[in-house]
């Protein structure tokens, strides 16, 4: 199973700050990377972004990758 989270609710706004976390179980434990629009943009369970702007908009995934395979979160 892998899911994305989203820091706190409500309306996001531009200069606003959003952490995503990515959770996967598996193992052994997976390398997490994070793409935006299938670009890959870091690595690690957490995403963050500071001072959001529309430029940031888009679909967030992230991919847990072991050694017996690979999965894509929803968006």
Do not use: M, Q
């Not at 629009?37 to 369970?45: A, C, E, I, M, Q």
């Not at 959001?52 to 679909?59: K, V």
Request: aromatic share 6%; glycine share 12%.
């Amino acid at each position: 199973n892998i899911s994305v989270s989203i820091n706190g609710s409500g309306e996001i706004v531009e200069g606003d700050s959003v952490t995503l976390n990515c959770s996967s179980d598996s193992n052994p434990p997976a390398e997490i990377s994070w793409f935006k629009g299938g670009t890959f943009v870091g690595s690690g369970r957490i995403y963050s972004i500071s001072n959001i702007s529309s430029d940031h908009s888009g679909e967030y995934k992230c991919k847990s990758i072991n050694k017996h395979g690979e999965k894509d979160s929803d968006a």
